[in-house]
């Protein structure tokens, strides 16, 4: 295990994170699961994301594996200086507060940077320097200012992504703009502050729609309301219920559905010989298909489709996805030990690199685990 860490890209860098919740473990897990040594600092009684309860339940055992625990009260001068000290030992800080307060700690970048020139320090706030950059902002906030609820929801329903989108894509441009700055200082030599927001990360990702409207001057609606650039594209209601996606976008792959539903007639109607003509009669089309499909059976039809190349896709539950074949055989799910001695499976991170899939190198860190193994560098004691 120590040879395969040690070949890892990172394997060498120190990153000390203070975070809690997404956006910022996020960042550390994808920088520890690289091979960095990633030491997350927690408040007396551990981070409160331990215990979340609800659709918050996930997120400590999600985004905090292959790290180290160690406990620092940074609310007092001790533990500020504690703090401050590991910093010097570390090539990373990682933060996600409020705004003002690691200033108020004197774990701000202006202060650490002066006595650490070579610190890299990463935030991941609600929004970039300017108008915003004080407010606070919540993924489900930013969604709504950002465009991707509008374009989401039905017209008039602006309705939330129903996985905090923003908050992971805000750590992955954090260990994006840590490996950057590590190739920077190998040159300088010098240290940099890195920022990531939740807000410019959703316009981001809603970039595309402006630009379309820049191009057309024609606002774009909702993807509900959408006018679909192919006739048949569409979940369809089958046998029993079940639900199935299916995408015909050339006019080959729509004569090889019919094949498939044995429906030949379809494929010789002169009225849908292209895909601009059966855009033009699509609630039609998708109508006729519909009464042909839901005597379908999806186990029955899913292999047809597949043989023949047709893109095709179940609507699953994330429960499902524990059993899902292609993750099981392709190694994207494996075991972590949690803090309680038990086992759970977590997803890897979806990068393949030389062959090998970035793991689980570590058990998921109990409250101040590594106190003495980190905090006794620094001649500090771990507490009682």
């Given at each position: 295990?120590?040879?395969?860490?040690?070949?890892?890209?990172?394997?060498?860098?120190?990153?000390?994170?203070?975070?809690?919740?997404?956006?910022?473990?996020?960042?550390?897990?994808?920088?520890?699961?690289?091979?960095?040594?990633?030491?997350?600092?927690?408040?007396?009684?551990?981070?409160?994301?331990?215990?979340?309860?609800?659709?918050?339940?996930?997120?400590?055992?999600?985004?905090?594996?292959?790290?180290?625990?160690?406990?620092?009260?940074?609310?007092?001068?001790?533990?500020?200086?504690?703090?401050?000290?590991?910093?010097?030992?570390?090539?990373?800080?990682?933060?996600?507060?409020?705004?003002?307060?690691?200033?108020?700690?004197?774990?701000?970048?202006?202060?650490?940077?002066?006595?650490?020139?070579?610190?890299?320090?990463?935030?991941?706030?609600?929004?970039?320097?300017?108008?915003?950059?004080?407010?606070?902002?919540?993924?489900?906030?930013?969604?709504?200012?950002?465009g991707l609820s509008y374009m989401t929801g039905p017209k008039g329903r602006p309705l939330r992504a129903g996985t905090s989108v923003n908050d992971i894509m805000g750590g992955m441009f954090g260990a994006i703009g840590v490996m950057a700055a590590l190739r920077e200082r190998d040159r300088t030599g010098k240290g940099q502050e890195v920022q990531s927001a939740l807000f410019e990360n959703c316009v981001f990702l809603s970039s595309q729609h402006m630009q379309q409207f820049s191009m057309t001057r024609e606002p774009p609606p909702p993807m509900p309301s959408r006018v679909s650039a192919w006739s048949v594209y569409d979940v369809f209601t089958l046998a029993e219920g079940e639900q199935l996606f299916i995408g015909a976008v050339s006019d080959k792959q729509f004569n090889t559905l019919c094949d498939v539903l044995q429906r030949p007639d379809l494929a010789a109607d002169p009225a849908l010989a292209t895909n601009a003509m059966r855009v033009a009669v699509r609630p039609a089309l998708l109508e006729r298909l519909g009464e042909i499909l839901k005597d379908h059976r999806v186990e029955a039809l899913a292999p047809k489709l597949e043989a023949a190349g047709i893109p095709y896709a179940p609507i699953m539950r994330p429960e499902q996805l524990l059993d899902d074949p292609h993750l099981r055989a392709s190694g994207g799910l494996v075991p972590m030990q949690t803090e309680d001695g038990g086992t759970t499976d977590v997803v890897l991170l979806p990068l393949l690199m030389g062959g090998r899939r970035p793991g689980v190198r570590m058990p998921l860190p109990g409250i101040g685990e590594h106190n003495d193994e980190i905090l006794s560098g620094l001649g500090v004691h771990a507490p009682d």
């Open positions: 295990m120590a040879a395969e860490h040690a070949c890892l890209p990172l394997a060498g860098v120190r990153v000390v994170e203070f975070t809690h919740m997404v956006m910022g473990p996020t960042c550390g897990m994808i920088l520890a699961d690289l091979g960095a040594e990633v030491i997350k600092v927690e408040p007396p009684g551990g981070d409160k994301t331990r215990n979340l309860p609800g659709l918050g339940i996930g997120f400590f055992r999600s985004f905090n594996r292959n790290k180290k625990s160690v406990v620092i009260d940074i609310t007092t001068p001790q533990g500020q200086a504690t703090a401050a000290e590991l910093v010097g030992q570390c090539d990373v800080l990682l933060e996600n507060f409020r705004p003002g307060l690691m200033a108020k700690c004197g774990l701000d970048y202006a202060t650490l940077s002066a006595r650490f020139p070579g610190l890299i320090y990463v935030s991941h706030k609600g929004f970039l320097p300017g108008p915003y950059e004080n407010r606070l902002a919540l993924d489900e906030v930013v969604q709504m200012m950002g």
